[in-house]
T-cell receptor
Framework: QKEVEQNSGPLSVPEGAIASLNCTYS??????FFWYRQYSGKSPELIMS????GDKEDGRFTAQLNKASQYVSLLIRDSQPSDSATYLC?????????FGAGTTVTVRA | SAVISQKPSRDICQRGTSLTIQCQVD?????MFWYRQQPGQSLTLIAT?????????ESGFVIDKFPISRPNLTFSTLTVSNMSPEDSSIYLC????????????FGPGTRLLVL
């Protein structure tokens, strides 16, 4: 069974710090990787996608992918209280997405 | 990105009844999906809604319980049939373009409570 594992939370970080989220996946054939943010009571919102090994930066977010290690991460720099949410890692299985359980981040003011 | 709407946004239903959830996308998309998110849990794919053919269901989900329609490239419905309290959940519709680098965008969800 293909699996997507995320580091267990909740993760509490002070405002202005870096939040580091990790995700491993079991399907070596996966081609595309996504991070979604989900606020309580809301639907998932796509914040990052990454397809090639290395880093991809978008504002305060940096996604890192290492296909050899089957590992994808998300760094949130200068964390803000508005970043408090659950972050879902998603990995493609063909045309479908497989989601991790999510990591809940709380940014302390 | 696609803009997706769902109706109803929430409902409270009696056990044994059925509810049909509608999903509308603002542009034509090849792939539409239905997910369930139970309280405190991640997303579980119910089925892929295929235009012009039967939906493709994931393990543990059957057409009799979750019939799906996909009459065109912008619209789909999911029916939750013969509901029980265990069906209380958030039901999410998503859409994605059929590209190699698949991306899915989600609707706002339908919050269902079965009494």
């Amino acid at each position: 069974q293909k699996e997507v594992e995320q580091n267990s939370g909740p993760l509490s970080v002070p405002e202005g710090a870096i939040a580091s989220l990790n995700c491993t996946y079991s399907d070596r054939g996966s081609q595309s990787f996504f991070w979604y943010r989900q606020y309580s009571g809301k639907s998932p919102e796509l914040i990052m996608s990454i397809y090639s090994n290395g880093d991809k930066e978008d504002g305060r977010f940096t996604a890192q992918l290492n296909k050899a290690s089957q590992y994808v991460s998300l760094l949130i720099r200068d964390s803000q209280p508005s970043d408090s949410a659950t972050y879902l890692c998603a990995v493609t299985e063909g045309y479908k997405l497989s989601f991790g359980a999510g990591t809940t981040v709380t940014v302390r003011a | 990105s696609a803009v997706i709407s769902q109706k109803p946004s929430r409902d409270i239903c009696q056990r044994g009844t059925s509810l049909t959830i509608q999903c509308q996308v603002d542009s034509q998309v090849t792939m539409m999906f239905w997910y369930r998110q139970q309280p405190g849990q991640s997303l579980t794919l119910i089925a892929t809604a295929n235009q012009g053919s039967e939906a493709t269901y994931e393990s543990g989900f059957v057409i009799d319980k979750f019939p799906i329609s996909r009459p065109n490239l912008t619209f789909s419905t999911l029916t939750v049939s013969n509901m029980s309290p265990e069906d209380s959940s958030i039901y999410l519709c998503s859409a994605g373009a059929q590209t190699i680098q698949e991306t899915q965008y989600f609707g706002p969800g339908t919050r269902l409570l079965v009494l």
